[in-house]
């Protein structure tokens, strides 16, 4: 029996068999329906976003999935640190769990706490510092 070898059949076999494995993969890890970080695993020192200097924690949950729409982020800012004052292009929610801290929007100042959100619109400028000798931990949402 004579066993015909073509090339090119032989490349689509090997390129369909490549897809398929790699599909069923892919629809494997998305069978779960969820990414779980732990805060443990991606903390990071930093400093403060926007030029805002001194030191922070940055937790950027889900930041190695590929394809977010929502950037999730817990975010410490340690005394002497800030997030920048700096224009806002799309609607961010900040949400302060702890602390005490100051909030710059459009030129004025108030204070910030525990339990309050600021829903920060685009074309306005805001940034926040902690006030006092005390870490402003908040969670920071915003579209990519």
Known sequence: MKINFHLPTFIITALVFSLISLAGFTFVQQDKGYILDHEKDIAKDDVGPHN???KSTAYPFFGKFKGNKVT??????HPGSSIGYHLQE???IYYIISGNGEMQMNGKSFPVTGGDGILTLPGSSHGIKPAGN??????IVYQN
Request: aromatic letters at 6%; hydrophobic letters at 35%.
């Open 52 to 54: 805002g200097g001194g």
């Open 72 to 77: 999730f982020r817990k975010r410490i800012l």
């Open 90 to 92: 799309s609607q961010e």
């Open 134 to 139: 005390e870490d402003l931990t908040m969670l």
